[in-house]
């Protein structure tokens, strides 16, 4: 089976919602094959479109929504008989399909456009098509991988993986995940890995695991990934037995880019998008929000090879002997540490520290900030004052 061929009125549409999209902190730009809108068309029907182009970046009430999408009805000569009943409706019915952001605040729903990643793609988890994989891994390799890469911010950032790592210097409380974990409220959930899950579906299984459990979430996000039916509740215990797991299968951490992350992505390189991505970089490390680096003291190093195999990153070659870090494409994430007999390899801080957000607003308004400018913000702001989308 193959893609939908998209019509020429459609194309308007749907080359409208992909601008829309592209004009939020994660970026969604043009592809050279058109992958973007063959995205589209799979996930959004025509109506799904009409009414995300009325959501903003800040969630809104269902009643603002609504209104802007009556006015737009009006304008294209459909005319505003679309009751708030009806507009709901739909926006509760895209929200269950992981096509907006549906957030509960108080006694109010909001509602907002998403990313794509990580957003509306990942929403895609048990429902997801060889047809749409494919449209996905098109345009990672055509336009999004270097898109998303470009930024200063990344949605992403690199913990070490395990506790008994002997840190030279500690930088910072937000870089050990499995203290934050202790000590946050929950509730925790796990859900299934949608790369992996995708490349199951192009008979590409993971090289790295049998497991597919290994996308975590904590608090509010867990709460509406349960609600929503693509994840289960986990114990604390549990949570931090999926970390030990992902050391022993030489799995990267990679938390939400913030001091209080919502989720924690447990990655391999041969199915992550990100590290796989990145990974044809010759400098990766620049564009991993992480605060160490291997480094290896080389009279204790047997030369086993045992760290290389673990590296998502080919950091480390032995050119004479001793392992040798290439420290412009280290991301790191510990696991040659964890895994060397001799203990000859350890993580040393990085001199400058990269301090994340301390939430996900303020990481994704940093994010805004980066591609357009103080002034694009204020400019987004400005128009949700005044009643228009952003």
């Known amino acids: 089976m193959t893609a939908p061929t998209l019509s020429a009125a459609d194309d308007d549409l749907y080359r ?25 068309r799979q996930l959004y029907t025509p109506d799904d479109a009409r009414v995300a182009l009325c959501l903003s970046t800040i969630p809104e009430t269902a009643a603002v929504v609504c209104r802007r999408y009556r006015r737009a009805r009006a304008a294209s000569g459909a005319g505003p008989d679309y009751d708030r009943r009806s507009c709901t409706a739909a926006l509760d019915s895209m929200a269950a399909r992981g096509l907006l952001q549906r957030i509960e605040v108080g006694r109010r729903v909001l509602y907002g456009k998403t990313v794509f990643v ?19 891994e098109t345009y990672a390799a055509e336009a999004f991988g ?29 870089d050990d995940i499995r203290a934050f974990v202790r000590n946050a409220e929950g509730p925790f959930a796990v859900m299934n890995c949608i790369c992996q899950q995708g490349k199951d579906l192009l008979n590409e299984p993971c090289r790295q695991t049998d497991h597919r459990e290994h996308c975590l979430t904590i608090g509010s996000a867990a709460r509406a990934l349960v609600a929503r ?29 913030t001091q209080a992350p919502l989720f924690i992505c447990c990655c391999c390189g041969c199915c992550c998008g990100v590290l796989s991505t990145a990974r ?19 009279e204790a190093c047997h030369a086993c090879g045992a760290c290389a195999d673990r590296c998502q990153m080919d950091a480390i070659t032995f050119p004479d002997g001793p392992a040798r870090i290439a420290a412009e494409r280290c991301i790191g994430c510990g696991l040659c540490v964890t895994t060397c007999p001799t203990q000859a390899v350890v993580l040393q801080a ?15 308004t940093k994010m805004y900030v980066d591609r357009f400018g103080v002034t694009g913000l204020a400019a987004a702001i400005g128009k949700r004052i005044v009643g228009l989308r952003s």
């Open 350 to 364: 990085k001199l400058t520290t990269r301090v994340p957000p301390q939430d996900t607003g303020r990481l994704y």
């Open 118 to 136: 990580v957003g509306f793609y990942e929403a895609q988890v048990n429902r997801l098509t060889p047809e749409l994989q494919r449209d996905v």
């Open 280 to 298: 044809t970089l010759p400098r990766p490390a620049e564009f991993f929000a992480t605060n160490y680096v291997a480094a290896v003291e080389a």
């Open 229 to 257: 039916g693509d994840a289960r509740f986990i114990s604390r215990d549990e949570m931090l037995a999926f970390l030990d797991r992902a050391d022993r299968e030489g799995l990267v951490v990679q938390p939400q880019n």
């Open 16 to 40: 409208e919602l992909q601008r829309h999209f592209d004009r939020m902190p994660v970026p969604f730009p043009t592809s050279r094959s058109g992958a973007e809108l063959r995205i589209l």
């Open 146 to 174: 270097a898109a998303l890469h470009a930024g200063r911010t990344p949605q992403l950032r690199t913990v070490p993986i395990n506790e008994s790592i002997p840190f030279e210097r500690f930088v910072g409380r937000y």
